[in-house]
């Protein structure tokens, strides 16, 4: 078993739909979690992080942490072509982190 | 604010040429810094991480090198590149938790 598995997607939404991209892990030693989002041939901007389950909500993105399901997700509300991009889910413990392949995210106007 | 500084954007390289991208931080101090080398569905891949100037722990056995010789600058080296070095290059530095990345350098050896 991978210790980070991502949906592979590619994921094809409409404008203004309601998005959830989720990551599942095995390490119980993981205490903080992180999504970023990469445009294409650019580096992965950091989006949202937590520590602690249950959700952090910051404009259109809410990112909702699950210990004991050992799950992330995230949601992005009223999805925007800008919204476009390959999304990373990652984790980490001290200065360690485990990064997601990506799911790739298509906002058709 | 902190920001980081990668380059070259791009960079083609004939196989057998040497190699040397570097990574700068600004506003920050003993940050950890790392190199990823991120394949097309694949994720990252982390090739080095570094704690301090000088100290280098290496990932994955293979082709390349780093080296740290000022607290905020990370250099990635090879003697000679080889085809299989092809990809897209990305550093990143973390103070406590969460990790920022440079814009990456995308290499291709030809």
């Known amino acids: 078993q991978k210790e980070v598995e991502q949906d592979p997607g590619p994921l094809s939404v409409p404008e203004g739909a309601i998005v959830s991209l989720n990551c599942t892990y095995s390490?119980?030693?993981?205490?903080?979690f992180m999504w970023y989002r990469q445009y294409s041939r650019k580096g992965p901007e950091l989006l949202m992080y937590?520590?602690?389950?249950g959700n952090k909500e910051d404009g259109r993105f809410t990112a909702q942490v699950d210990k004991s399901s050992k799950y992330i997700s995230l949601f992005i509300r009223d999805s925007q072509p800008s919204d476009s991009a390959t999304y990373l889910c990652?984790?980490?413990?001290?200065?360690?982190?485990?990064f997601g392949p990506g799911t790739r995210l298509s906002v058709l106007p | 604010s902190q920001t980081i500084h990668q380059w070259p954007a791009t960079l083609v390289q004939p196989v057998g040429s040497p190699l040397s991208l570097e990574c700068t931080v600004e506003g920050t101090s003993n940050p950890n810094l790392y190199w990823y080398r991120q394949a097309a569905g694949r994720g990252l891949q982390l090739l080095f991480y570094?704690?301090?100037?000088?100290?280098i722990s290496s990932e994955v056995p293979q082709n390349l090198s780093a080296s740290r010789p000022q607290d905020r600058q990370f250099i990635l080296s090879s003697k000679k590149l080889l085809l299989s070095d092809s990809g897209f290059y990305l550093c990143?530095?973390?103070?406590?938790?969460?990790?920022?990345f440079g814009q990456g350098t995308r290499l291709t050896v030809v």
């Open positions: 390490n119980s030693a993981f205490q903080y």
């Open positions: 937590t520590y602690s389950s």
């Open positions: 990652a984790m980490g413990y001290g200065q360690n982190f485990v």
């Open positions: 990143a530095w973390s103070a406590l938790s969460e990790a920022f």
């Open positions: 570094s704690v301090g100037i000088g100290q």
